[in-house]
């Protein structure tokens, strides 16, 4: 662990590369699959129930007083994102394949990151406390708006037909257990005390919906098509995505005037999407779909954007500067 921290690889990607190897060598069948279905399920109602559990309504409340800038971080998530989503339809089929421009629509739907965001922020010395509303308000408005977005842009932009009756059961599915554990949060301190049995279910209940996707997508033989090329070519697309909405987010900041450190949470919550909450749903949404395909772009953002916010955040960390004028222009 020390070694992949010493060369900035992240553990929790390093996890993910090896659960898709597994997929590829050992992925379920019949009755195992069904059974990892279920095990899924399970997984990701406990992981909501423990993000219910981890934000303080009080602290919620108090944090939404400062709503610009609340409302420019999510304006970013699920207004900007989805708005650049739909331009990249230009970039198939030359550059992207259907499928994946459905998952590239699918990440810019999605919401933001918390726990990261959250982290990067207080590398670079910004407001913690803005960061924790915005990033917690994200994912709790996302569980309705991210369903909607689906149903809406996926039928009617990416071919993708997404059946409205899917909305009950992302809500009933993540909504649920995010409530369940808002109503027992002094039952549950105990468990939120223990950051590693925390994390153990934040990246159990990931990986095992990444070894469901992909197990689904080498019995169906959808990889059989997917070039390195195209690989890459998705890659450079996500890239690309973040350093426009990077620049957008830190030019808006300044615009509507605040203080260096809500720039940097506008910065970072604003840029950044989740794979914890995205695979999940997209469990959901896509049933009969080739989900591993459609997460494959959401994957691949979620690592280009914990080097680059990683990068970023040391440099704001170093520099008096504001957040502003540390970005590269153009």
Not at 297 to 325: G, N
């Amino acid at each position: 662990m020390q070694l992949l921290a010493k060369l900035r690889i992240d553990s929790f990607m390093v996890g993910i590369l090896a659960t898709v190897a597994l997929a590829a060598l050992l992925p379920a069948r019949g009755e195992a699959a069904e059974l990892l279905g279920w095990a899924t399920k399970v997984a990701i109602a406990v992981l909501f129930l423990l993000y219910g559990a981890r934000l303080e309504p009080r602290e919620a409340l108090d944090g939404l007083r400062h709503w610009r800038l609340h409302a420019c971080v999510l304006a970013a998530t699920f207004v900007l994102f989805p708005l650049l989503g739909l331009g990249l339809r230009v970039l198939v089929p030359g550059v992207l394949t259907p499928d994946l421009y459905t998952g590239v629509l699918f990440l810019c739907l999605v919401p933001s990151t918390v726990q990261s965001s959250i982290a990067f922020t207080a590398m670079a010395r910004g407001n913690v406390a803005g960061a924790v509303v915005s990033a917690s308000l994200s994912n709790l408005i996302g569980v309705f708006v991210t369903p909607l977005l689906v149903v809406t842009l996926l039928n009617t932009t990416a071919g993708v037909r997404v059946s409205p009756s899917a909305v009950l059961a992302i809500v009933v599915q993540l909504l649920v257990p995010f409530l369940a554990g808002q109503l027992l949060r002094p039952r549950l301190r105990w468990v939120l005390g223990h950051p590693a049995a925390t994390r153990t279910v934040d990246r159990g209940s990931v990986y095992l919906v990444v070894y469901a996707a992909f197990s689904a997508g080498v019995t169906e033989g959808i990889w059989r098509g997917l070039s390195a090329g195209v690989l890459l070519s998705t890659g450079l697309v996500c890239a690309g995505l973040l350093a426009v909405v990077l620049t957008v987010t830190s030019a808006s900041g300044r615009l509507l005037g605040f203080s260096r450190d809500d720039r940097i949470v506008v910065t970072f919550c604003g840029s950044k999407k989740s794979l914890a909450t995205g695979l999940p749903m997209a469990s959901v949404l896509f049933a009969g779909h080739p989900v591993g395909l459609i997460v494959l772009p959401l994957m691949l953002f979620h690592q280009i954007q914990l080097f680059t916010c990683a990068a970023l955040a040391q440099h704001y960390a170093r520099s008096p500067e504001p957040v502003a004028d540390l970005l590269p222009s153009g």
